[in-house]
């Protein structure tokens, strides 16, 4: 588990490349959609920070994660000026399919063929009570 310190950084981290994505010029990252960084990962030395990235639509994941890793050293010094760190963490982009994965458990949640209620004679004073 992160100190205090790295869980406030990674937080700040996220904050800002999630700004900087936004003003990304290339277009493997700007003209693709919807492009989020889900979640950072910062050693405990500051050195390296894994940067999770989820795109909405997964075909074009690779092309964003090479854009991402070509403009990681701009990435990277607009970190270094907005968060003042002693060491600007050297950035890992990696794709993250965590936001999907969750849609799909709930797609599931919802298929009545799929999930059969726990006691069936509840279901009926549920489905009454929602009429």
């Given at each position: 588990?992160?100190?205090?310190?790295?869980?406030?950084?990674?937080?700040?981290?996220?904050?800002?490349?999630?700004?900087?994505?936004?003003?990304?010029?290339?277009?493997?990252?700007?003209?693709?959609?919807?492009?989020?960084?889900?979640?950072?990962?910062?050693?405990?030395?500051?050195?390296?920070?894994?940067?999770?990235?989820?795109?909405?639509?997964?075909?074009?994941?690779?092309?964003?994660?090479?854009?991402?890793?070509?403009?990681?050293?701009?990435?990277?010094?607009?970190?270094?000026?907005?968060?003042?760190?002693?060491y600007t963490p050297e950035l890992q982009f990696i794709g993250d399919d965590s936001i999907q994965h969750g849609a799909h458990i709930l797609e599931l949640l919802r298929d009545p063929?799929?999930?059969?209620?726990?006691?069936?004679?509840?279901?009926?004073?549920?489905?009454?009570?929602?009429?």
């Open positions: 588990m992160p100190s205090n310190r790295i869980g406030r950084i990674n937080e700040e981290i996220q904050r800002e490349l999630s700004d900087q994505l936004r003003r990304l010029k290339d277009p493997r990252v700007s003209q693709v959609g919807m492009v989020s960084v889900t979640r950072v990962d910062t050693t405990g030395d500051l050195r390296y920070a894994r940067v999770y990235i989820s795109v909405l639509d997964k075909s074009q994941e690779k092309d964003v994660l090479k854009g991402l890793k070509s403009a990681s050293g701009f990435l990277r010094r607009e970190l270094g000026r907005a968060l003042q760190l002693r063929d799929k999930v059969k209620p726990v006691n069936p004679e509840n279901d009926a004073v549920l489905s009454d009570g929602e009429e």
